[in-house]
């Protein structure tokens, strides 16, 4: 929740620089103007047609990939877009950038030594995670390392990172990226397009290697099973093709189309595929609006290095940042898109924009009235306190224990009344713990254990019909749920 709250801060703060800086004082988005509204209309659809409106617009706890936080990524790229004007701005904040990079992957270090925990995550909460972040960073750092050998430890220091991550998919990424590099720094046109192929072959290689060899099974993961996701998925995505089934509410529909409990225990809640899971939670409006504006993007970021000798004569980063995205979504297209990564990828990007010649005229339109600004000013502040700063504060609440205050805090958040639901449960009050998990389960809870929760509680306040129909809503969550199974046939035949 932390790393969210700072995203959506940082997307309301974007907004309020929209509003006052002049804009002959910031770059237009030029070519990118058309597809970055779309991309933020495709998102509001979604919502407004989504299965869940309300877990949309706050988002899963587990996750939080909401409305606003995908607005917040669109808004963290104009952000850079719109203020970063000479190339040392733009290096001071790569610079940042792998300075944090290298914090965590040095954790991740300090993790691999001690022991704990077992997959290195760089306090970043997944190793997925860790790997996505260094996917992006090492390119970065690479050519950065071919012009001065001092980001050559820098580069070290990430790579060690990322190798103790073991996230394959980081792996590849951060292989893919440099792999991009060497195309973009060949001068002629015939040279650049054999490099480009050399490097797609090698990709290729590479992961046939990674899958055939030892590495396939790391984790006693082989994978399989997101193959099998990503089949088990296409009926759902068929189900709602035009605006998909919203944000963040894949884990109420995904386990009904599951074929096989392709992992024992876990509970899918995301397609683990980039583009799957965009089709699912915006459909195609969704995935037109992201291809135009991301190929509109990669084109104009490509031509601008590759045809303007100045970009080359001022030292620009574009190659590593045409490296880091390639990374972000070679690791991307194997998991899923995920704040603490997406929001430094969406980042990014708008540096690389802020660098392409032709989008640096002043924005020709009339600038917002005063009383506009303000009101727009008022509304970016209170969607920071509701959205970020009080939710915020409910987790730190539930981090104490005090489920009371988090429950009042953000009472939208279902795992907070699920939270104190089971509390109540566990002191012998089922009535006030059912409706506790009822209000979780109106809130978007998808967790079948959630639901097996619910039926006990309606089981010890003697409800019999209802209890029933919780533990089958558990099932219809996940058919693969042992204990809601065992409980259904239990108390079906003991009242029968």
Known sequence: MPRTALLIAGGAGAAIVGLWVPAERRRALGNLLLPALAVAAAAVIALLASTSPVLSLVGSYSRYESLPVRLSYLLLFCLAAWLLRAPAQRRLVLTVFLAGCLVAALEALYQALTGFPSRPDGNLGHSNLLGALLAMAIPIAAVRGLRSGRWALVLLGLAAGLAVSASRSGWLGALAGCALVLPLSARSLRARRLLLAGAGAGLALAAVVLVLSPLGALHNDTGAARLHVWLDSLPMLAARPLAGWGPDSQGLVLGRYLTGDWEPGVSFDRIHELGLDLLATQGLLGLAACAWFWVAWARGCWRAWTGSPALRAAAEELPGLLGAAAGYLVVTALNFDWAPATGPAWLLAGVAWSAVPGTNAPLRRLSASLPARLAGTMGALLAALFLAGLPLAADLAYFRGDLRSAVSLDPLQA??????????????????????????????????????????????????????????????????????????????????
């Open 415 to 496: 795992q907070y009344h699920r939270a104190l639901g089971e509390r109540l449960l566990a002191s012998g009050h089922p009535a006030e713990s059912a409706g506790e998990l009822e209000l979780a389960a109106s809130l978007g809870e998808y967790d079948s254990q959630a639901f097996v929760e619910l039926g006990d509680a309606y089981r010890s306040s003697g409800e019999r019909t209802a209890a029933l129909r919780a533990y089958r809503r558990a099932l219809e969550l996940n058919r693969f749920d042992s204990s809601a199974r065992q409980r259904l046939a239990a108390y079906s035949s003991s009242s029968s």
